[in-house]
């Protein structure tokens, strides 16, 4: 049973810069597809980024194009968001999430975790 764990969300000003990280435990994300998603407050959750665990399938929303990258490190099982040029609607709560294959449907995504907050000042 896969757990995820977050971490490194925080306060920044517009046009700073988060780097956060999601630890696996339990299995292998080479089996899996790895996502990143968001929740503002009153909206719904948004899927930003996905690939496959063990690379490949990388997609971007329009979004976070050119200012987001998802990595992963498969040595440490952990895969990261690098966040660049925040903008204040970039605030929320970052959830890392595990599925099958690499796409921005929450419904597909099995193992989430615990989410962390991300605000963005002007």
């Known amino acids: 049973h896969l757990q995820l764990v977050e971490s490194g969300g925080g306060s920044v000003q517009a046009g700073g810069s988060l780097r956060l990280s999601c630890v696996a435990s339990?299995?292998?994300?080479?089996?899996?597809?790895i996502g990143w998603f968001r929740q503002a407050p009153g909206k719904e959750r948004e899927g930003i980024t996905a690939?496959?665990?063990?690379?490949?399938?990388?997609k971007y929303a329009d979004s976070v194009k050119g200012r987001f990258t998802l990595s992963g490190d498969r040595a440490k099982n952990t895969f990261y968001l690098q966040m660049n040029s925040l903008k204040p609607e970039d605030t929320g709560i970052y959830y890392c999430?595990?599925?099958?294959?690499?796409?921005?449907?929450?419904?597909?995504?099995?193992?989430w975790g615990q989410g962390t907050q991300v605000t963005v000042s002007s």
């Open positions: 690939m496959y665990g063990r690379g490949g399938g990388l």
């Open positions: 999430a595990v599925g099958d294959v690499p796409n921005f449907n929450a419904i597909i995504y099995d193992y």
């Open positions: 339990g299995d292998s994300l080479d089996h899996y597809a």
